[in-house]
């Protein structure tokens, strides 16, 4: 199960929603609310697509 | 925040480093998460995680499962809770320049304005533009959170114009969750008369009680309130 990017994406999201906690600017509010939030979203989609096809390689599913 | 005798931080404060933690354990998670290799995978390598030792592809499976999806779900919600209780406070409304005129004059001691004398008379402790604002912007319904990310956008892409102008008729019940069927409040026949078409909006209180905030003239750049308003000089 590679999921590289995924993590990377991660990575961005949690760096966009710290720096908004720390430091709440409009700015930083339109990056987590606008870029960081579905970027957490297609994370979960891509890590949860990858679980779905190994389960389903091993007939799990 | 006092409990017993104990000082405790303010809960925005929580929050906070909360978030901070949360952000930073997600991306370490992360981190790791990227420095495993398939060949580690694949060999029968043990993990010890304290007490408990795990197979390696298990322990790859629990760090994708906490770094890409139950942290990321912990950061989000504490980030939003900190997108809506900070922007009940001023500061935070302060944060845009364009509220800058308000909160100069909320909190000038020579203003006459509503807002200035609730401020100035302690009526409204804290978060003084929150309680006069409820019913739109973040913190409102979901019509109203949608129209404060409508602001959000506007402000920082810069679509607006000075001086901001409010779209909607302002809600008497901002007023009246307070001073409606006070004593005082009573004690006034036109409230009594106008009682309906204050609880329907049909007459505004800012019609006898004057201005809540500077007029529009004043704060448009160029005017001669402007500067002393942005907090660049002093009356």
């Given at each position: 199960m590679n999921l590289t990017a995924p993590a990377w994406l991660a990575i961005l999201a949690f760096a966009i929603t710290t720096a908004f906690v720390l430091h709440p600017t409009p700015y930083l509010m339109l990056a987590f609310a606008f870029f960081a939030q579905p970027l957490f979203l297609i994370v979960a989609i891509l890590y949860f697509r990858r679980v779905f096809r190994e389960l389903r390689e091993k007939e799990v599913m | 925040m006092k409990l017993l005798a104990l000082e405790l931080p303010a809960l925005v404060t929580v929050v906070r480093v909360l978030g901070v933690i949360l952000g930073l354990l997600g991306v370490v998670l992360c981190l790791r998460l990227l420095r495993l290799k398939q060949a580690d995978l694949t060999s029968a390598r043990v993990v010890k995680l304290g007490f408990v030792a795990l197979p390696a592809v298990a322990f790859y499976k629990l760090l994708a499962f906490l770094g890409l999806f139950a942290v990321p779900v912990a950061a989000v919600g504490v980030a939003n809770y900190h997108v809506f209780e900070g922007t009940r406070e001023v500061n935070s409304c302060n944060?845009?320049?364009?509220m800058t005129p308000l909160v100069t004059d909320m909190r000038d001691p020579h203003s006459n304005t509503l807002a200035a004398r609730h401020f100035r008379n302690h009526w409204?402790?804290?978060q003084q533009c929150y309680h006069c604002h409820?019913?739109?912007?973040?913190?409102?319904?979901l019509e109203a959170k949608m129209d404060g990310y409508r602001h959000l956008a506007r402000y920082t892409t810069g679509?607006?114009?000075?001086p901001i102008v409010q779209r909607n008729v302002y809600s008497n019940s901002n007023c009246l969750k307070?001073?409606?069927?006070?004593p005082r409040y009573l004690t006034v026949s036109s409230h009594r008369t106008l009682a309906e078409r204050l609880q329907g909006n049909?007459?505004?209180?800012?019609?006898?009680?004057?201005?809540?905030?500077?007029t529009r003239a004043q704060r448009?750049?160029?005017?001669?309130?402007y500067n002393r308003l942005m907090g660049k000089e002093k009356r």
């Open positions: - | 944060q845009c320049h364009v409204i402790p804290e409820t019913d739109y912007g973040l913190n409102g319904t679509t607006y114009k000075e307070c001073h409606d069927g006070t049909e007459v505004s209180c800012l019609n006898c009680h004057g201005w809540a905030h500077p448009t750049p160029g005017s001669p309130d």
